[in-house]
Structures are given as structure tokens and as C-alpha cells.
């Protein structure tokens, strides 16, 4: 599609989630400059819509913008990381448990459908990319389940993104072994309805993943 022809909303949208992916699976790497001349080349979009998707990334903490000298990747700092694996537990739980008191059937029927995708994807070659939409996807059954939680969802996806970039950069293939363990017992007890067990696996699961992260990012010592 030409940029003529692709509607400016969805130029904008498309250059965003382009960027924003490769930020996440960690192609444009931290301090990467994001150059507009390059990107208008690449992603075959005007000026207008590039300037905006970076607008969004910087709102959403994966940008920067320096005056004179454009925008970058942003940096990955101890802070962000544990802040945001923090906010994203407080939002994740919040959502798991109205998930639990209020549509337990409907959430874990969506659930099920999506862990297959998962799990084919961690079962076969893993690729990053794959393995990226499919975990969205599991994990986002839960908000779209409470679907009048607008709220949730936008500083779940903020939140998601962030996390999910610091786990690619930590390099750390036994987590997704952990972490589909987590899923599988957050699909049985979100299944029997126990809203204290949900609670509690949505907990670890995201403290783990936390914990993996400063780990793999050399943010804290190595376990004994």
C-alpha cells in the first residue's frame, strides 16, 4: 500500500506497533537512534505519521526525545524495572480477580483456546516473535474478558510491552519453561473459579518474571 492510500490513522497506528515490536523483541536495541529520514525509507510513511507513533513510544517509556539530536531507543534502568513489573502486578492481579469473581467460565474457555496457540509455539522452534503475540494473547484473554475495564487494558499494554521487553534483553530461555508452568496453573484455577489461588499465581507469575528480569540484566547479584 502506498502512502498515498494508507489512511493516516493507520499509517500512524502501523508505524507504532512496527517500532514498537522491534523495540520489544529488542531489534532496536537500547539507544538506537530512531532517525526520520531512515524510518520514512523503511516503513514507507511520511514525516507526519513517523513523528506521531514516536510520540507514542516516548508516552509509553520505549523513546526518547532529545532537542537538536532527535529520538532514540530509550535506556533500560533498574528503576523501570522494577517499577513497572510492580505497576504491572497491581493492574494484572486487579484484572485477574474480577476475571474470577465475575466470568470465570468465559474467561477460562478463552484462556484454554489461547494457551494452545502458547504452547504449540514453546513446544516447537520458539520463535520470539511467535512466542511474543501468542503470550499477549493468553495473558490479554484475561481483560478482554472484563471487556467494560477500559482503563485496565491501556495501562496493562504500556505495562506488558515494557515488561516483555525487559525480559528479551535478560536473555533468559528457562523462563518461559517457568512461566508456562505459571500459565497452565492459572488456567486451572481461573477454571475452578478459586479466586484466592488466581490471585496468587497472577502474583508470582509476575514476581517471577520481575525477578528474572534484574536477574538476567545484571541489576542484582546471581542467586546462590
Not at 493516516?8 to 529520514?37: C, F, K, N, S
Request: aromatic letters at 6%.
Amino acid at each position: 500500500m502506498s502512502r498515498s492510500t494508507r489512511p493516516q490513522a493507520t499509517r500512524t497506528d502501523y508505524v507504532a506497533e512496527t517500532l514498537r515490536r522491534r523495540i520489544v523483541l529488542g531489534e532496536l536495541e537500547p539507544g538506537t537512534p530512531l532517525r526520520l529520514d531512515a524510518l520514512t525509507e523503511q516503513l514507507d510513511v511520511s514525516r507526519v505519521p513517523l513523528r506521531e507513533a514516536l510520540r507514542e513510544l516516548h508516552a509509553e517509556g520505549l523513546a526518547v526525545t532529545y532537542p537538536q539530536r532527535g529520538a532514540f531507543v530509550s535506556d533500560i534502568v533498574r528503576l523501570d524495572v522494577v517499577d513497572s513489573f510492580m505497576l504491572l502486578k497491581a493492574v494484572e492481579v486487579a484484572a485477574a480477580e474480577r476475571a474470577v469473581t465475575e466470568r470465570p467460565d468465559e474467561t477460562a474457555r478463552l484462556m484454554a483456546t489461547r494457551y494452545e496457540t502458547l504452547s504449540a509455539v514453546i513446544h516447537s522452534d520458539r520463535d520470539r516473535e511467535k512466542y511474543l503475540t501468542a503470550h499477549q494473547a493468553f495473558h490479554f484473554a484475561v481483560f478482554e474478558s472484563i471487556d467494560d475495564s477500559p482503563a485496565l487494558q491501556r495501562m496493562a499494554r504500556i505495562l506488558w510491552n515494557s515488561c516483555e521487553r525487559f525480559l528479551n534483553a535478560a536473555h533468559i530461555e528457562e523462563r518461559i519453561i517457568q512461566s508456562d508452568d505459571e500459565h497452565q496453573r492459572l488456567l486451572t484455577y481461573m477454571a475452578a473459579g478459586d479466586a484466592t489461588a488466581v490471585r496468587a499465581i497472577t502474583t508470582m507469575h509476575v514476581e517471577h518474571g520481575a525477578e528474572a528480569a534484574l536477574h538476567g540484566l545484571g541489576f542484582v547479584a546471581d542467586r546462590a
